[in-house]
């Protein structure tokens, strides 16, 4: 049995579809904690192609899906949405992990600048930082992650802010 640290990480569309994107989705099995995918991320994935990976790996119990349905998240999610500077999915991240503490992964700079402002002390991934955190666990090596950084720009238009994993290993 894998330990499983005691946060979960629950993630954001840009973060769900850089893996999805490059095939790898599974890959987020291997980070030693539950990845959460909440309902309103699962409806910003719409291409037929992405939604079979996404459902594979909910079957397969790489992704845990869930609803926002707490009282504090549901009144967190409507406050960030009234104002209107946040899509459905970044919304429903940052209520869920603010409320239970959890591990939030997200992309997008305003939506952790978002974060940062809710609760100073928010744990933030970006998708960076989970593949670093798979580097570190030996579930990658840094020149396949380094591919996966040429790929996502080549490929997707993911501009990330590293040009290569090695100086951070």
């Known amino acids: 049995m894998e330990f499983k640290d005691e946060k979960p990480i629950v993630i954001d569309t840009s973060v769900l579809l850089n893996f999805v994107n490059i095939g790898r989705i599974g890959l987020l099995a291997c980070l030693g904690t539950t990845v959460v995918l909440l309902d309103q991320v699962m409806a910003e994935v719409?291409?037929?192609?992405?939604?079979?990976?996404?459902?594979?790996?909910?079957?397969?119990?790489?992704?845990?899906?869930?609803?926002?349905?707490?009282?504090?998240?549901?009144?967190?999610?409507?406050?960030?949405?009234?104002?209107g500077r946040l899509g459905a999915g970044e919304c429903a991240v940052l209520a869920t992990a603010v409320t239970r503490r959890w591990i939030a992964g997200l992309q997008d700079k305003r939506a952790i600048k978002e974060g940062k402002r809710l609760c100073m002390d928010l744990v933030l991934w970006q998708t960076e930082d989970i593949v670093l955190k798979l580097i570190r666990n030996g579930k990658l090596t840094v020149e396949e992650a380094n591919r996966f950084l040429v790929e996502w720009k080549e490929k997707y238009r993911f501009k990330s802010k590293y040009s290569s994993f090695q100086p951070f290993m």
């Open 46 to 83: 719409i291409r037929p192609d992405q939604i079979a990976q996404v459902e594979e790996a909910i079957a397969r119990d790489t992704l845990e899906l869930h609803s926002v349905s707490d009282p504090d998240e549901l009144s967190l999610f409507v406050h960030l949405m009234s104002a």
